[in-house]
């Protein structure tokens, strides 16, 4: 049900506590969190802040996917994506994903999945600012080339199953 699936790029501060209201309802007893948070450091380099791009139609219709199909394998669940666009220093929050469910396994296993997911198929780059001045790109999500099948496991039976 799409209607219980929101799905956003901002360009202003993520709000987790939106998040979390979105997905709430008296039928849910479990909302599981994931908050993406720009650190300090990353592969030995000191870090500043990040710049995200993102084109934004393509990706909410990729969060808008990747939470129908969580949908698919986990009924009655909530979910609430918002991805940053823009320059974020460092302790930013860069994502927020929210998943509600009837029962707190559900939820944690969906929330997983679309950060998953949303990791491989999003088209969402990053460019690294560091302490030096430097500032370089970061391989990512490429739109000249159809994105590879994955194998995921989807955490409730411990199969793979092909996703995308």
């Known amino acids: 049900m799409t209607e219980h699936i929101l799905t956003e790029i901002s360009t202003t501060v993520i709000d987790p506590a939106k998040a979390i209201s979105f997905v709430s309802d008296p039928i849910q007893g479990a909302i599981d969190t994931f908050i993406g948070i720009v650190r300090n450091h990353h592969e030995g380099r000191n870090v500043t802040g990040i710049t995200y791009d993102v084109h934004e139609g393509l990706a909410n219709k990729t969060f808008q996917d990747i939470c129908s199909e969580a949908q698919g394998i986990w009924p009655g669940t909530r979910y609430f994506v918002s991805h940053f666009h823009g320059v974020l220093d460092v302790g930013g929050i860069s994502i927020v994903i929210a998943v509600s469910?009837?029962?707190?396994?559900d939820s944690f296993e969906a929330c997983r999945?679309?950060?998953e997911e949303i990791k491989k198929r999003a088209p969402v780059w990053k460019k690294e600012h560091y302490v030096e001045g430097a500032s370089d790109w970061l391989p990512g999500h490429s739109l000249n080339?159809?994105?590879q099948e994955s194998l995921v496991c989807c955490g409730r039976c411990g199969e793979k199953r092909h996703a995308g």
Request: hydrophobic content about 55%; proline content about 9%; aromatic content about 10%.
């Open 101 to 105: 469910s009837p029962h707190r396994a």
């Open 113 to 115: 999945f679309v950060i």
């Open 145 to 147: 080339v159809e994105a």
